[in-house]
């Protein structure tokens, strides 16, 4: 049964589709079974892996509000053991018609309950608030990946996402755990950047990934071209981040042999 990860954060511009995108083509890459599930109605992660969204037809708003089979929707990417449930900008009426549905929160959870067993990952790019449609991703969801953008006011919202995850696991989803946080878009040469790695590390020790995300204009360029970074770029530090995310991953799950002293990727 595979693991579903999902990827939230109500404050944008914090690195969230890029480590949706990234991290599930990272894991595709070392040898993975992995589905990208899009839930943002802006539909970065679709056409960040190749897809343009105006050409989608059916997405995981008419899995969730039509109950049509998942299976229907799931597109191949180009990247091996890579596979999407695309979004489109129909995704934002979807919390308006779901308000009379019962068990509205639930209803992603029986999306993916249908193909779970077929994936060893299944990762969500959740859209950047804390609406209903979020509320859905996470109580699906077994864990939680928080990015948090190495700026000043990266804490800013971050005790609001954590609250409305505590009530989550109290209401709706008691197995959900804290992935991690994952500290992005680093720049070694800021004094502010590295406060506030220090900062977050010291307020939330173990809950922090030990893998930074480095600032990287190749992870900026890479959606243009309808590409994962792995794709774009497999020797930039953004590709080797995200691979040794994953391979972080792995080893907090136990799936993986990897020795400790091979744990990370230098460059």
């Known amino acids: ?40 109605p802006q539909a970065n992660a679709t056409s960040g892996v190749g897809f343009d969204p105006q050409n989608i037809k059916t997405s995981i708003y008419e899995c969730i509000i039509d109950e049509v089979d998942p299976h229907k929707n799931i597109l191949k990417t180009s990247t091996p053991n890579l596979e999407l449930i695309p979004a489109h900008i129909d995704l934002v009426g979807a919390e308006i018609e779901m308000i009379n549905m019962p068990n509205r929160e639930k209803m992603m959870r029986k999306v993916i309950a249908k193909i779970k067993d077929e994936y060893d990952f299944i990762i969500i790019d959740c859209s950047p608030s804390l609406g209903l449609i979020t ?34 696991q109290t209401r709706l989803n008691s197995a959900l755990e804290i992935e991690g946080i994952l500290l992005t878009m680093y720049d070694s040469r800021l004094r502010l950047a590295k406060q506030v790695v220090e900062d977050v590390r010291t307020h939330f020790q173990q809950m922090v990934f030990d893998t930074l995300v480095y600032r990287n204009t190749k992870l900026g360029e890479a959606p243009s071209f309808g590409e994962t970074i792995i794709m774009h770029d497999a020797s930039c530090s953004g590709s080797v981040n995200y691979l040794n995310l994953a391979r972080e991953i792995l080893q907090n799950n136990d799936l993986t042999k990897i020795k400790q002293q091979d744990k990370k990727i230098n460059f």
């Open 1 to 40: 049964m595979g693991k579903v990860i999902a990827i939230a954060n109500q404050k944008g511009g914090v690195g969230k589709t890029t480590t949706a995108i990234n991290l599930s083509a990272s894991l595709a890459v070392l040898e993975k079974r992995t589905l990208l599930i899009d839930a943002d």
């Open 135 to 168: 509320v859905n991703a996470l109580t699906a969801a077994d864990s939680v990946i928080v990015p948090v953008q190495c700026e000043y006011f990266a804490l800013e919202g971050l005790g609001k996402l954590l609250n409305t995850i505590r009530i989550v």
